[in-house]
């Protein structure tokens, strides 16, 4: 399967900018056979070792805006919590499904279940950082649509030296996805994302207290996760586009 493909910018202009800001990504490995079924008919679980994985990414998103407009305070920043897996369309285009996405802005969410077909939930949300970046606490209490109760609460500290993950590697295979796959009255959309590679290093979790996986049909294994985390990155969101059966 092409992964380097996606990774270039389409030949388009993108209908929104955003970015993505102190990235937390926590991931479990579970069996295929546990995920496979929750996914929407069309979609193929993507599998790294013939396992599947299950992320929960805490992160703030700043300068969310249209092409053409400026951001504007408080409808440009929040924070925002997803849940996801990785699946592929008929051995094409890896990308991303979401279980769930919060966010901490009411009119985002409705926009974006609107116009992107992504099961965006408002939630309550904090982001606490240490001095000069040196730990990240995140917490997330959904509110409405259930189901609920859906949380998280979760404290890291980054680690190492950051860098650009390895084609073929486990990280590179986890971060780097710039489709994602949505649903709405039987049709299966694709979008993309553009920006430049993330720069990842490991992290360190404490105190990690979560229901969001459960609310979305996912038993979470009971070792801990995998976690790496980013600065951030710059992003360029282009046109959603009907996927064609």
Known sequence: MDRIGPTRRPDERPVMYQSWKHLLFLHWSLPAEVVAPL???????????SRAWVGLVPFTMRGVRPRGLPA????????????????????????????????ANAIAVRLARAWFKLPYHYAGMELTAGPQGSSYAYRSE???????PARCAVRCTPR?????????????FLVERYFLYSTAHGELFRGQV???????????????????????????????PMALFSEGVDVDVFRLRRVER
């Open 39 to 49: 996914l929407p008919p069309g979609l193929t679980l993507d599998t790294f070792d």
């Open 160 to 172: 190492g030296t950051a860098s650009s993950s390895t084609p073929g590697t486990l990280q590179h």
């Open 72 to 103: 504007v305070g408080f409808l440009s920043d929040f924070h925002e919590t997803n849940v996801r897996t990785y699946v592929h369309y008929k051995g094409k285009d890896p990308g991303v499904w979401f279980f769930s996405l919060e966010a």
């Open 142 to 148: 959904r509110r409405w649509p259930g189901p609920t």
């Open 194 to 224: 553009h920006h430049t590679p993330y720069q990842v290093r490991g992290a360190e979790v404490e105190g990690l207290d979560e229901t969001l996986l459960a609310a979305a049909g996912i038993p979470r294994p009971s070792e801990p």
